[in-house]
């Protein structure tokens, strides 16, 4: 059979705590905390870049109530973790999980492959903001494409995603009902999906040549 | 004999004088040598081993030059002319009434795909088997004669058949040795698309071409809606490499981790299907997935796509979908209409993962092709196609179960994996590859450490939590009847994680909710894919008295022992 396809679509994954933990040798393997929240905010800085694309948002209502989803695992559960970059959240812990969009099927997943999945965020501690309103977001790693999930109430908010590997970030917006196409506020949580933990020896060793310092890598 | 579907024997412990003497005939000098060189390995391997096909980007994992699998290579007819078989031809439709009777002829079969002629396997001699019509209700017969060299049976996939019928040797009949023959007795309760295969060594007999559907016709005209023509699509794949095709792991199964992935796909036994249409037609496609392990995204270009049903009843309602996920074992009936003129490919379209390079890899596989032809056609059911009916029938029947929905269930099962003596290398690397585990294995990321690994190695699992009792030492008892919600774990903390398509012998169940998120559309299945990481609850109608199998339809899992029995009573 003839391929059409098979061409590789390499990306520079933003390290998370996983990420850093596992690969010692990794350059971003000083993984701390700290260098967590370095990365995080290199990632928000990037979201300035004039010459990233932005999509129209994605269905902001999900069709699963959130308390009806059940992960025996958490496996694919996304841990939020907070920037320390907003006051008061510093402590507050929460994730982000993920179901397959209801479909006919199982498992689902859009007409080129992707998993088409319902990201459900929750994070229970967190106190309503003096201020403004907590937003949910969620981009592609390399951050040139973001989809709004919502403004947060009681800590939650869901909505859908079609991408294999994407960060979660929860932003404090001065006007959280304007629907923007990107965050304006800063940065208050974020999290990757696990697909991100695949972030290996080809993709920064001899075989590519990313310029991963843009994402935190020294 | 060899490898069989025999729960009460060790799988490790199979082996028959008959593949000792296989292994005899293939360790014979140049009866097969690899045509390839890879990565710098001889292409002479003993005992009949040539090295596995695999991505040429890939690197060779150190410490494995050279390794080749524990158990034995076979390959159908090896050392004979292959110009003594007779050339398979095409599937024929073979219509049957109540009480008719259809000899089916188990035999070996010359094929040539991508290229290569080979000794494949066949029922009379046709790829895929006889497309089987019966009438709901009739019970029709089909005398099966083994004509191959191992035994063989038939499961009637999907039916609630009477259980003397099912076809799993050591449970419900005796294997059928070569020269002998067995009827079966079909009952076809259900109307929709079901299949047949064997039940001995289905990673080698179906793969190698043995399988085919039954339609079970409903007497109701309506059953389904209106459509310009019917196309029975069975889709596949094959393990090819430059000499032809890719021999099969003797004593017990090779590719045991992933299951064997082919490199070929097929449908309908070949790989340039097509059809001509007019301009408007809606065209109703039965797919069947036989494949190994495949799971397939099917995709109609542009068309838009209604599915209508799938294993063993219609959806509650009609229901657009952009693309069909299909599991082995695993059937779904969709309507697609083709408004514009112009080719329509029919494609795989899915995301590979390469752990290597640590990335999803776009991956477009053109299955077939529709040609839309500039005139139109003279029925347009353009109207009818639009409008999504609601299966009122469905939804009554599967109201009688609505009571059970919300319960606890009755029982749980994990599935989990377990190995040993395998290659260092490959221990050491899986913690690596594992690092992320995707819900579904869309491709073999991992051919040289997937063929290394056999069943006498790995040992699939599927465990009751209550009991903490496996495979083959589960013993479920019910009666007719009972309504039984069984849940299914698929555990990511294991060697190798990966997606199993659970099935269900001689009941039908639902698929109620996947991670407690409720099915919105339901429908009577057979086969469900159970993701990684994945809770999946079904609820089963114990409906059909005997001793059942269940058990992940992967091939090379279920010879790896991830099967158990469970007894209905009247």
Redesign the interface.
Known sequence: MDRIGGGSAVVCAVATGVLASFWSVSPASAGSGRAEAREVRDAGEACSAPEMSVRAPMRVSPSVPIGAVRRDSDYYSIDLVPTRRVPATAYVRGTAEVTFSPSPFVVTVTPDGSYDYEVHVRLPELREPRGGGYVAWVTTTEIDEIHRLGQLQDGRVSGRVAWNKFLVVVTLEEDPMVATGRWTGPIAFRGMSRSGTMHTMAGHGPFQDEKCAAYGYQ | MIVQSVPSIPLRLRVSAFATALAALLSMPGVLQAQHEMHGMSMEMEGGWRMAPMDMSMPMLPGLEGAMPVVGAFLPGMGMDISMFPEARPSRVVELADGDTLAVAVSMVRRTIAGHDMVMYGYNGQYPGPLIKAPQHATVMVRVTNEIQMPTTIHWHGLRLRNEFDGVPGVTQDPIERGESFLYELDVPDAGMFWYHPHVREDVQQDLGLFGNLMVLSPDPEFLGPANREEVLVLDDMLIDDAGLFPYGLESPTHALMGRFGN???VNGI?DWSVDVRRGEVVRFYLTNVANTR?F?V?FGDAPVK?VA?DVSR?ERE?W?????IGPAERYIVDVRFPDAGEV?I?N???N???????????????GRVRVAEDAVAEDLRESFEHLRVHEEVVDDIDRFRPWFDREPDHSLVTTVRVRDLPLPIMQSME?DT??????E?NDAMPMMNWLSSGEQVTWILRDTDTGLENEEIDWRFDVGDVVKVRV?N???SFHPM?HPFHIHGQRFL?LS????????L?WKDT?????????DLLVEMSNPGTWMAHCHIAEHLHSGMMFSFTVED
């Open positions: 070929v796909l097929m790989t799971t995204n995709t599915i799938s959806y229901q979908v952009e693309s069909v996920v490919a494609a379209s899915v995301q993962v390469n752990h290597f390079r640590g990335v999803f890899e776009p991956t477009v596989d053109t299955l690596m690092l992320y585990v995707p819900p579904m869309w774990h555990t990511p903390d997606n698929v996947t991670d407690g998120v409720p099915s919105e559309n429908v469900a894919i159970v993701p990684v990481g994945s809770t999946v």
